[in-house]
């Protein structure tokens, strides 16, 4: 299972970017589909969840200015990123678990916020 990110680019502050996840197979095989992040000298974090079912959860410093989504007939999984602060500046990686509880995760795409 392959995980392959895009959309990462620098923009300024305030400005919006998409990312996007392509998996290899469906979407819909895993049980649940996440975005972390990590910044130089920080743990990666968790940004925001997709279960199967379709609940959605965010951590408390992108509420309101994020939203993950997905496209079943594209296996991809987006991240919609508004508003977007000079913390925000991070790569950005995919995460999918299986119903095994095997976890997969995509290389990473860089997101870089500055005026």
């Known amino acids: 299972i392959q995980l392959v990110e895009s959309g990462g680019a620098s923009v300024q502050p305030g400005g919006s970017l998409r990312l996007s996840c392509v998996a290899s197979?469906?979407?819909?095989?895993?049980?649940?589909m996440a975005w972390y992040r990590q910044a130089p000298g920080k743990q990666r974090e968790l940004v925001a969840t997709m279960a199967v079912g379709g609940g959605r959860d965010y951590v408390d410093s992108v509420k309101g200015r994020v939203s993950i989504s997905r496209e079943g007939a594209k296996n991809t999984l987006y991240l919609q990123m508004d508003n977007l602060k000079p913390e925000d500046t991070a790569g950005y990686y995919c995460?999918?678990?299986?119903?095994?509880?095997?976890?997969?995760w995509g290389q990473g795409t860089q997101v870089t916020v500055s005026s």
């Open positions: 995460k999918a678990k299986d119903l095994s509880g095997w976890e997969y």
């Open positions: 197979q469906s979407i819909f095989a895993f049980y649940d």
